[in-house]
């Protein structure tokens, strides 16, 4: 993280971010993971990587669901969906298929 800091590479700097929100989010540090995925988030906006933050968006909306949110799952999933379809994604089957779970468990 600081040597992406000090070069300045926004984008390393949001994939970090990204990897220490899975670290947190295995060992059920949801409120951290969540941190972290929110910071990944609003640096893949800013820099317009929408792959990264179709993939912020999904992990956001797996842990909205673990934790009861069905609402904020939907809102997290539906738009990570829209951006994996349009770029064609393999990676848009499994986010459908959890969107389909959580509609049909809310």
Request: glycine residues 6%; negative net charge.
């Amino acid at each position: 993280m600081e040597i992406n800091e000090h070069i300045g590479n926004v984008q390393g700097k949001a994939a970090t971010l990204h990897q220490l929100g899975i670290l947190y989010a295995d060992k059920g540090e949801v409120d951290e993971a969540i941190a972290l995925f929110n910071q990944s988030l609003e640096i893949n906006e800013r820099i317009g990587n929408v792959q990264d933050k179709a993939m912020t968006l999904w992990w956001l909306g797996d842990l909205a669901e673990q934790q009861g949110e069905y609402t904020k799952a939907i809102s997290y999933l539906q738009p990570a969906l829209e951006i994996l379809q349009r770029l064609k994604s393999p990676h848009a089957e499994s986010v459908s298929a959890s969107l389909d779970r959580i509609i049909r468990n809310s």
